[in-house]
């Protein structure tokens, strides 16, 4: 894909986050009549050895009487990063932890996605906003 980043440096100057409107939650599910019922409505699955995960929207969640104990909000950043690129999960990461907010790093096909709780998500954004803003002036202030 044209654009495609690979290095570290080159996603964080460039990742453009940005917080999704709409809250989400990760749920685990055995039984396959629900899971079959949910997929359609989840922006993620896994299958993992316990289950089926899913990331629902909160108010289908709701609706289906799944736990939504832990409601979360979704910062894409706008970063065409490689499958095999190296450094952005790990600097995101670790940039919110130093700031005490946890975080579920979702990586797709074309960008990565951030999970973070609800109440902390502006802040969340706030700490990548920084974090890009330091790469890009690193790189000569514009990134690429």
Do not use: W
Request: proline share 4%; with cysteine.
């Amino acid at each position: 894909m044209p654009g495609t980043l690979h290095t570290g440096a080159d996603m964080i100057a460039n990742m453009t986050p940005e917080l999704k409107s709409g809250m989400y939650v990760f749920v685990t599910i055995n039984d396959r009549a629900r899971i079959a019922s949910l997929t359609a409505e989840a922006i993620g699955t896994f299958h993992e050895e316990e289950g089926m995960s899913l990331i629902l929207p909160l108010e289908v969640a709701r609706k289906s009487s799944l736990n939504t104990d832990q409601p979360m909000r979704c910062i894409t950043l706008n970063v065409y990063s490689a499958l095999d690129g190296v450094g952005l999960t790990a600097a995101v990461a670790t940039v919110l932890g130093d700031a005490d907010i946890p975080c579920n790093m979702v990586a797709a096909y074309h960008h990565d996605h951030v999970f973070v709780p609800v109440d902390m998500a502006e802040r969340a954004l706030a700490v990548l906003v920084e974090l890009q803003r330091r790469s890009s002036a690193v790189m000569g202030g514009n990134g690429l």
